[in-house]
């Protein structure tokens, strides 16, 4: 279910004037979706100019008429009903696509681009931003699933104080951080403490005061200066080498360096699948192990 506040912030982010495909990604409707009210509703708001070819309808008239037709918004949507569940349960590793996303969430690509077009960079929270890896454009996913769980719990607005501050900064992170499922980010946090720092991004960027020795504390980091490292990081994943180290090498391809130890052991040279060799340079080509994994179904085993 689409709830008023939520409707009416993505409305918010639409011009005066909107078109059927905008109204279908502001409600996670198809195109198809959004003829069939205007067919079926004599009330449904009139086209009043057009935009290029495309009729535009006045989106707050639009909002007005959904908001008093709310029933429809619950009936057959193709996004889930409970996105906060369907997060929270997700565990698609470390980067997405859009077709992961698609797939974990039960949304429709259009709402993947609904939410970066509404949440550009440069707004007050942006969608995180995707890195092109090869023919692939992926997104860090600790900073995606941050980005979702804020979106029906945003940064409290007017005087805050500290107490209430920090409620809202260890929302999610007092729920999850005993939950070693989610797995760890890029800068080796947990998903629990990369919710926090994501917290923190937005909360230093709407000018709020977070003790920085109080964040180092929470991501178990040396200090201050750590955070304002992480803090001035991409929030998009770094492009992939080609050849990765154990720990980097581990962590891509969804394993522990043990495991990545043990199959080099049992699996050497001369055998009659042997594990990826090392080149000169000591490091492994993450696309060959990836393959050797997916090959002898090793991957399940070690994860």
Known sequence: MTTHKALKE????????????????????????????????????????????????????????????ENLLQERRPGPRNLTGQVRSARPGRVVTVVDLTSVLGVNRAAVTHYAKTAPEGSADPFPPYTERGRQSVRSWPAVRSWLLRRDDPLPQGDTSWEDL??????????????????????????AQRDVLERVRVAKAARRRVPAEWAAEVLGLSGPKDVARLLAAPVAPAPLAEHLGPAALAREVGISERSLDGYARRYPAGCAD??????????????????????????????
């Not at 070819?53 to 908001?67: F, H, I, N, P, Q």
């Not at 920090?166 to 998903?191: F, I, N, P, R």
């Not at 993450?286 to 179904?297: C, E, F, M, Q, Y």
């Open 10 to 69: 993505r409305f918010a982010a639409l011009p005066d004037r909107i078109t059927r495909e905008e109204i279908a990604g502001a409600t996670f409707r198809k195109v198809t979706g959004v003829q069939n009210w205007i067919n079926a509703y004599e009330d449904f708001p009139p086209v009043v100019g057009k935009r290029e070819r495309s009729g535009v309808r006045e989106r707050d008239a639009v909002l007005v008429w959904l908001l008093e037709h």
């Open 166 to 191: 920090q409620k809202w900064l260890l929302a999610v992170y007092e729920v999850d951080k005993d939950d070693e499922s989610l797995g760890h980010d890029e800068h080796g946090l947990t998903v």
């Open 274 to 303: 042997p594990f990826p060799a090392k080149g000169d340079d000591g490091l492994r080509s993450v696309a060959d192990v990836r393959a050797w994994l997916a090959r002898t179904g090793s991957l399940v085993q070690g994860s």
